[in-house]
């Protein structure tokens, strides 16, 4: 199992940014997904989750309205829109694959397989 993400980079406040996860080795179809991020110096944070069918989805209070999680699976891919970029955002986010349901407490749930991040900073 492999996950890699991408589209991190250095954006204004107010800014966007659409971070991407590409799966490999196993099928998306199959497979919840969550958003992760850790600030310096900070325990890392669940951002979001996506289930499968019907494609369920959970946010932390903190992104809610600002952030969108998506998949397409035929791509193998999920997204997280982030829009209205905060300072407080900047971190290295990571996405995690669940061979199960998420739910409202994605945040401590267990995970099989993890990437390795990519990085956001939101500075002017």
């Known amino acids: 199992m492999q996950l890699v993400e991408s589209g991190g980079d250095l954006v204004q406040p107010g800014g966007s940014l659409r971070l991407s996860c590409v799966v490999s080795?196993?099928?998306?179809?199959?497979?919840?997904i969550g958003w992760f991020r850790q600030a310096p110096g900070k325990e890392r944070e669940g951002i979001s989750c996506i289930n499968t069918d019907p494609g369920t989805t959970y946010y932390a209070d903190s992104v809610k309205g600002r952030f969108t999680i998506s998949r397409d699976n035929a791509k193998s891919t999920v997204y997280l829109q982030m829009n209205n970029l905060k300072p407080e955002d900047t971190g290295v986010y990571y996405c995690?694959?669940?061979?199960?349901?998420?739910?409202?407490?994605?945040?401590?749930?267990?995970?099989?397989?993890w990437g390795r991040g990519t990085q956001v900073t939101v500075s002017s």
């Open positions: 080795g196993f099928t998306l179809d199959f497979y919840a």
């Open positions: 995690a694959a669940r061979g199960y349901y998420c739910t409202r407490t994605y945040d401590s749930q267990p995970y099989d397989a």
